[in-house]
């Protein structure tokens, strides 16, 4: 059974700054693309970072560039989010997860989500 756990959520203050995990487990994922997302109430999920297991390419969004890094230790089957210089807009659920080569807007896996909350 396929599992993506996430962890680090929690509350900051506005210019902090906070290490998501997501370990994976229950298959072999060389081949696929790992990404993180987030929502808000009434929002679409939105697309943040994606990192390739085998290569290590990165992707990230424009809203996130520059202060968002993400990053993966293959031996541990898990990658992270730094999320850095955090704003109160940043208060959301996020979400870890796994496709297969292609596009974002198809996601195989998703984890259950840690929420993040960021106060002014």
């Known amino acids: 059974q396929v599992q993506l756990v996430e962890s680090g959520g929690g509350l900051v203050q506005a210019g902090g700054s906070l290490r998501l995990s997501c370990a994976a487990s229950g298959r072999t994922f060389s081949t696929y693309a790992m990404g993180w997302f987030r929502q808000v109430p009434g929002k679409e999920r939105e697309f943040l970072a994606g990192v390739t297991w085998n290569t290590g390419t990165t992707s990230y969004a424009e809203s996130v560039k520059g202060r968002f890094t993400i990053s993966r230790n293959n031996a541990l089957n898990t990658i992270y989010l730094q999320m850095n210089s955090l704003k109160p807009e940043d208060t959301a659920t996020y979400y870890c997860?796994?496709?297969?080569?292609?596009?974002?807007?198809?996601?195989?896996?998703w984890g259950q989500g840690t929420q993040v909350t960021v106060s002014s």
């Open positions: 997860a796994a496709r297969r080569p292609g596009s974002w807007s198809t996601i195989d896996y």
